[in-house]
């Protein structure tokens, strides 16, 4: 199986993304990059120099729903005559933009996020989006877990591993143990477990921290060989990598649970634990900052380590008595 990594720029802070283009019948693209004129002509250059053009696309499949790596879809799916786009269902950032319904205000209102602070996040995030386009429902076909993607001379695993979103997928070649991985697996840094809605009651927070450890695990099972990720270089120590990830989880997890008496006696909100840790953020910065403290805390609070309570509509954490 021809598995060709195409290099793409983004105007994002995380630099280019990688995409795959997977060279055999139905030619398949895995992620397509944001909606610039520059990451358009990137990827036809890379689809060039490997012999095919936008026309030849048949199945345009998602990683996950972020501008940096669906942004191009929508365009791509009509250029290449109605290519068929698959995306996990418990994904939405294809549907909708970020922030901009009641459950993600409530989400950060939980958090102690202020309303002032949620309108700037909103206007934001409403810049993000037009690296993208939104997807009506009949407009994609939903990728499930553990389906095959069938090719010409194998098969690609569908690997459902939420955490960094709620409907984030890898791709497993079981014939030689390769992964593709979007942002559920990155050489040098940790993928960010974004604060999310829960896909099954929106009224609730989908605890992405303890899924992404879950989802480690499991990819760790197919013993991988080889690890394409959404950016920066492939992976070919999956075993360091992933002790790696679980020390820096640990690690952070202990900074958090420390910093709590330190912000206050009484506790201190996802918000107050954010600002306290990453001090110097602004812009989307500041919702990444929100959503790392939130998973710490959810992950922390389930293990016992922290107490929770409300204080108006915001959640307080802290150490409980004696500990």
């Known amino acids: 199986m021809r598995i060709i990594p195409i290099t793409l720029p983004t105007p994002f802070y995380i630099g280019p993304v990688n995409v795959y283009l997977i060279a055999e ?3 398949t693209l895995i992620d397509t990059g944001p909606k610039t004129k520059e990451a358009a002509a990137a990827l036809r250059e890379g689809l060039r120099h490997a012999g095919f053009l936008t026309a030849d696309i048949r199945r345009i499949v998602l990683t996950h729903a972020h501008e940096d790596h669906c942004g191009l879809a929508k365009s791509l799916r009509d250029e290449a005559k109605n290519a068929e786009v698959m995306v996990h269902d418990w994904e939405t950032g294809h549907r909708v933009g970020r922030l901009e319904h009641e459950e993600h205000r409530k989400l950060l209102a939980r958090a102690g996020v202020s309303d002032d602070e949620i309108e700037g996040m909103r206007r934001v995030y409403e810049g993000v989006r037009l690296y993208g386009d939104s997807f009506a429902e009949h407009e994609y076909s939903a990728l499930e877990d553990n389906a095959e993607l069938e090719f010409e001379t194998g098969v690609l695993r569908v690997v459902h ?14 014939a030689d143990r390769t992964v593709i991985a979007g942002d559920c697996v990155l050489k040098r840094i940790t993928p960010n477990p974004v604060l999310s809605p829960d896909p099954i009651d929106p009224a609730k927070r989908f605890h992405s921290l303890a899924e992404y450890l879950v989802s480690l695990a499991r990819l760790r099972t197919f013993a991988p060989t080889l ?12 075993e360091e990598l992933f002790n790696r990830y679980v020390r820096a989880i640990q ?23 954010s600002r306290a840790l990453f001090p110097d953020t602004d812009d989307v910065h500041r919702f990444l900052a929100v959503s790392e403290a939130v998973a710490h805390l959810d992950l922390a ?15 307080v954490y802290r150490k409980p008595d004696g500990s």
């Not at 394409?228 to 999956?238: A, E, L, P």
């Not at 609070?301 to 409300?310: C, N, P, Q, V």
């Open 251 to 273: 690690q952070r997890q202990g900074q958090v649970i420390s910093l709590l008496p330190l912000i206050s006696k009484a506790g201190a909100t996802a918000w107050d634990v």
């Open 227 to 238: 690890v394409h990720g959404g950016h920066g270089d492939s992976i070919h120590d999956y």
């Open 161 to 174: 591993t939420p955490g960094h979103t709620p409907g984030s997928c890898s791709f497993v070649r079981e």
């Open 25 to 27: 019948d139905p030619i």
């Open 301 to 315: 609070h389930a293990e016992g380590k922290i107490e929770m309570e409300l204080s108006g509509a915001a959640e």
